[in-house]
């Protein structure tokens, strides 16, 4: 089996270490293969999504890059039926996109947001 290496702040592995306590995983290797296999299928879900479509888009930011949302956001105002901005705490938001389209522009706007290293959080909900 090939070994990859990777590095991680104290924070992530802090989080990997509670990851492990709660869930009962054996090492944070397994942590880290349970993540990869759920983001691999996440993706190949978007992938073969076809035709039209409905879907929720999750986006969690630091309250600072609500420009860079509504930049992203601008070029799909014909994909987003609903638009929801709610702040979290003091620094952060989480958008909600209620989506209604061809499944190429909702894979389009959440790549979009997905390589935006300013976006904590990006999740897609196909309906």
Not at 17 to 36: C, H, P, V
Not at 65 to 70: C, I, R, S
Not at 95 to 108: A, N, R, V, W
Request: proline share 1%; with cysteine.
């Amino acid at each position: 089996m090939p070994i990859v290496s990777i590095s991680l702040n104290n924070d992530m592995i802090n989080s990997l270490d509670k990851l492990q306590d709660s869930m009962g995983f054996t090492g944070r290797s397994e942590i880290i293969r349970a993540g990869i296999r759920t983001f691999v299928a996440e993706e190949k879900q978007k992938m073969e999504m076809k035709g039209k479509q409905n879907a929720v888009l999750i986006v969690v930011h630091a309250d600072e890059f609500d420009a860079q949302v509504a930049k992203i956001k601008h070029s799909f105002e014909d994909l987003i039926k609903t638009h929801l901005h709610n702040k979290l705490d003091g620094e952060r938001c989480m958008e909600m996109f209620f989506l209604d389209g061809d499944s190429k522009k909702i894979q389009s706007i959440t790549k979009g947001f997905l390589t935006d290293r300013k976006m904590d959080t990006v999740k897609l909900v196909a309906l």
